[in-house]
Nanobody, 120 residues
Framework: QVQLVESGGGLVQPGGSLTLSCAAS????????MGWYRQAPGKQRELVAN???????NYADSVKGRFTISRDNAKSTVYLRMSSLKPEDTAVYYC??????????????WGQGTQVTVSS
């Protein structure tokens, strides 16, 4: 059994900052790519950023220069540092990870989602 548990969401004013965390736990053999997606009301879920096991990163154009993704492999945790937040960043943010379990089954796992609201 593998779980992804997110934390760090909340309400922040425009221009503010917030850091999301996502920790993986369970019978994990290895973790490949990890990433963050978001879904705003009435919109499709979209990729925000992802990071490979070798720490190569990829960002959506809308967040480049404002968001930073990082990971701590020893803690099986991925972070998303969000700065210069805008109201259009308001969404439920989901953590995703491609994980190989101890039985060598590789699957994509999702967190439960954490709400980020940018409003004055």
């Amino acid at each position: 059994q593998v779980q992804l548990v997110e934390s760090g969401g909340g309400l922040v004013q425009p221009g503010g900052s917030l850091t999301l965390s996502c920790a993986a736990s369970g019978k994990i053999f290895s973790i490949n790519a990890m990433g963050w997606y978001r879904q705003a009301p009435g919109k499709q879920r979209e990729l925000v950023a992802n990071i490979t096991s070798g720490s190569s990163t990829n960002y959506a154009d809308s967040v480049k220069g404002r968001f930073t993704i990082s990971r701590d492999n020893a803690k099986s945790t991925v972070y998303l540092r969000m700065s210069s937040l805008k109201p259009e960043d308001t969404a439920v943010y989901y953590c995703n990870a491609r994980i190989a379990t101890m039985t060598m089954t590789v699957s994509d796992y999702w967190g439960q989602g954490t709400q980020v609201t940018v409003s004055s």
